[in-house]
């Protein structure tokens, strides 16, 4: 035993150990597992985001599915819980919370920023949605209805987000370039730069 090493580092080459004893889990796979999770990072999201924006049947599939729409693009879902795609329209802009814990979609947005598992965030989310908007900026005209999910463990959430005015025909690889961990969550919008 390193003197460095915690009572939770036991604990979890315990864990690992029980898992490959019992068949449930080899080593690999959890190397596998972790290796996916610190692959996952917003930049995943926005190569989402971007190819639905100049691909009508990618944005078709992302809505439906949009676990096999990140697998197609290369990111490992499996293991993860299904992912929802909300889709903003000029009437409707959705809001992403998680109002237990933090539960977020890390294979295509990485680990939840700070502010996210926040018990101010979650609270103002859900009890005044469109002033927690205010305070980041993102102001809706009184007519655009407000949508607020509730991710979970059983299903998580991401928003595709409008596209923004004047970055028609723009090439997948700058659109996803414009798009923040924010864009996806509903506390932001894309801007064209």
């Not at 961990?181 to 919008?189: A, H, K, L, N, S």
Request: charged fraction near 20%; hydrophobic fraction near 45%.
């Amino acid at each position: 035993m390193s003197i460095l090493e915690t009572d939770g580092d036991r604990l979890l080459t315990a864990l690992r150990g029980l898992l490959a004893a019992k068949g449930i889990a080899t080593p690999q796979e959890i190397a596998e597992r972790i290796r996916i999770t610190e692959g996952g990072s917003p930049a995943q999201g926005a190569r989402m985001v971007a190819k639905a924006w100049v691909d009508p049947a990618y944005r078709a599939l992302m809505l439906s599915d949009g676990a096999r729409a990140a697998e197609q693009l290369g990111i490992p879902m499996r293991g993860a819980p299904p992912l929802g795609v909300l889709e903003d329209t000029p009437e409707l802009h959705n809001l992403v919370v998680c109002t237990l814990c933090s539960c977020y979609p890390r294979a295509v947005l990485g680990y939840p920023p700070f502010w996210f598992k926040s018990a101010a965030y979650r609270a103002r989310a859900v009890r005044d949605p469109r002033g927690l908007l205010t305070e980041w900026g993102t102001v809706l005209p009184d007519h655009v209805k407000l949508r607020v999910v509730d991710s979970t463990a059983d299903y998580r959430w991401m928003v595709l987000p409008l596209q923004p005015a004047g970055t028609e025909g723009w090439p997948e690889e700058k659109l996803a370039g414009i798009v923040r961990e924010g864009d996806m969550i509903g506390v932001t919008f894309p801007a064209a730069g």
